[in-house]
């Protein structure tokens, strides 16, 4: 089943708006990286978190990793049209006792200008 | 200019046919990885190599091979046992896997289509 749960699926936002995606999962993560593949691109490395409540920001980007480890969640303040694409949380799961990487399923963020 | 190269772009194939896809890097890292993307699933791991001569099966391995030779190198074969195989095809690498993770790098990607 799926590992790694992220919503919403899709989200529309008028230039200028706030977006957030949120990643969650059922057991403890040892670690969390975000990315984000631009429509017809391949994913890139945005961010890794890896400290409980660990909070990092890149620009108008904060990325935040839950107290309990289990959850985590990308803010874009004020949009740009430069956002469009999809965002993904890929984690590491310490139950699992593997080294994989377990992506969530993604949000496509669309931009109006 | 460091990076990962996947080849072709665009595949097509008939049903039936064994269809091998190219995974090239150059940026010394030991591990390299096999994903598929399907609208609305993410990325889901097919196979993963941490060293040459050695690699693992991931979530959806039925119906895919792959062969770890030379460490820049880690073609993915998908056989005519692959049930649904069009797909969009993601190579990656990264640093030796440990706790925490090195960030992945991806390949253009490859897009398949069985006819």
Known sequence: ?113 | DGGITQSPKYLFRKEGQNVTLSCEQNLNHDAMYWYRQDPGQGLRLIYYSQIVNDFQKGDIAEGYSVSREKKESFPLTVTSAQKNPTAFYLCASSHVMRVPYNEQFFGPGTRLTVL
């Open chain 1, 1 to 113: 089943g799926q590992q790694v749960m992220q919503i919403p699926q899709y989200q529309h936002v008028q230039e200028g708006e706030d977006f957030t995606t949120y990643c969650n999962s059922s057991t403890t993560l040892s670690n969390i990286q975000w990315y984000k593949q631009r429509p017809g691109g391949h994913p890139v490395f945005l961010i890794q978190l890896v400290k409980s409540g660990e909070v990092k920001k890149q620009k108008r980007l904060t990325f935040q990793f839950g107290e309990a480890k289990k959850n985590s969640s990308l803010h874009i303040t004020a949009t740009q049209t430069t956002d469009v694409g999809t965002y993904f949380c890929a984690a590491q799961i310490i139950q699992t006792g593997a080294n994989n990487l377990f992506f969530g399923t993604g949000t496509r963020l669309t931009v109006i200008p």
